[in-house]
């Protein structure tokens, strides 16, 4: 059974910083596509970044990239989001995921939420004006 537990959410002022991890039990990270989506209240849920098993090639938003860091930790089979130089539009609720299928598929494919297959129950993170 696979279980992923965000941890790291919290409330910070504009232009500051948050470290989100996800450990995961139950499944070998390094061997699975790890992704970090959100969702606002009345948004759908959406991409911010994801790292390949493969070869640890990493993606992200538009809205995030440069200002986010997707990276894991092997030893401690667990998957981090730095966040830096947070916006109120940052705020919203953020998952871990894992892919529990090892393949090659495509940048826009891995954004999709439904090309997930586990999910963690979410931290909030609320960036104040």
């Known amino acids: 059974q696979v279980q992923l537990v965000e941890s790291g959410g919290g409330l910070v002022h504009t232009g500051g910083s948050l470290r989100l991890s996800c450990p995961a039990s139950g499944r070998t990270i390094s061997s699975y596509t790890m992704g970090w989506f959100r969702q606002a209240p009345g948004k759908a849920r959406e991409f911010v970044a994801r790292?390949?098993?493969?070869?640890?090639?990493?993606d992200y938003a538009d809205s995030v990239k440069g200002r986010f860091t997707i990276s894991r930790d092997n030893a401690k089979n667990t998957v981090f989001l730095q966040m830096n130089s947070l916006q109120p539009e940052d705020t919203a609720v953020y998952y871990c995921s894992l892919r529990s299928v090892r393949d090659y598929s495509s940048d826009s494919y891995l954004t999709a939420p439904t090309s997930y297959h586990h999910w963690g129950q979410g931290t909030q993170v609320t960036v104040s004006s």
């Open positions: 790292i390949r098993w493969s070869d640890t090639n990493t």
